[in-house]
């Protein structure tokens, strides 16, 4: 029973989305039901808090944050540099140039994964590829970033080194006086964080 709820809660939307989506003339492009769950499946869209909260503090100039929510959550609170794009605006002629482009990796977010999940299977299938979505929302960006947990054990130095990281994004992005919603949206299992591998030193020399 539980595995018939699953599937219906991803392929009852997957097939609203994939109706709902325009036929485009000019660039066809349509991935089949099954393409677009096998990518969802791999969870090629996500990007971590943790490489967000590095891109801002950098200043990024290739990041652009698009918050799916609407513009009374955006005017509460949003992440820095934000763009509100409401889903309900996604397919708004305004927004395709935006959209569908090559020089900036567009980020999308709400509370938590569910709305930001659609906005980029909504793109994806119109064949925009430049799009992806905050892992976790803003919960987890509150989690995470805003309020990093310190390490229970001294002797993890990838989590302490993370910790570390986390307490200069807060600090940098404005932790602890952010008020974020504590909205259920999309809430899930806490997502693995990705670990960039550590470049190898060049052997040799004079």
């Given amino acids: 029973m539980k595995m018939r ?24 492009f349509r991935l089949t039901a099954g393409e677009l769950l096998n ?3 791999e969870g090629t869209q996500f990007i971590s ?21 609407t513009q009374a959550e955006f005017e509460k609170y949003s992440l820095p540099g934000s763009v509100n794009i409401p889903l309900s605006d ?22 938590g994964n569910l709305k930001a999940n659609e906005a980029w299977m909504i793109t ?24 990093p947990q310190a390490p229970k054990s001294v ?13 200069g994004a807060s600090a940098a992005l404005g932790g602890g006086n952010a008020v974020v919603s504590n909205s259920t949206e999309g809430k899930t299992a806490k997502p693995p964080i990705v670990k960039r591998k550590k470049k190898k030193k060049v052997a040799g020399g004079c």
Wanted: charged share 20%.
């Fill in 90 to 111: 996604l397919l708004s002629e305004e927004w395709n140039d935006f959209l569908d482009q090559g020089v900036k990796m567009n980020v999308f977010y709400s509370n």
């Fill in 5 to 28: 709820l699953i599937l219906a809660s991803v392929f009852i939307p997957l097939g609203i989305i994939i109706a709902a989506v325009p036929e485009n003339t000019t660039k066809p």
């Fill in 124 to 147: 994806r299938q119109l064949g925009f590829k430049n799009n992806y979505v905050l892992q976790g929302g803003l919960n987890y960006w509150a989690e995470t970033i805003l309020n």
């Fill in 49 to 69: 808090t943790d490489q967000i909260a590095d891109m801002l503090v950098q200043k990024d100039p290739s990041l652009q944050l698009i918050d799916v929510r």
């Fill in 155 to 167: 002797l993890a130095d990838d989590e302490i080194a993370k910790y570390d990281f986390r307490k």
């Fill in 39 to 41: 990518e969802i499946h």
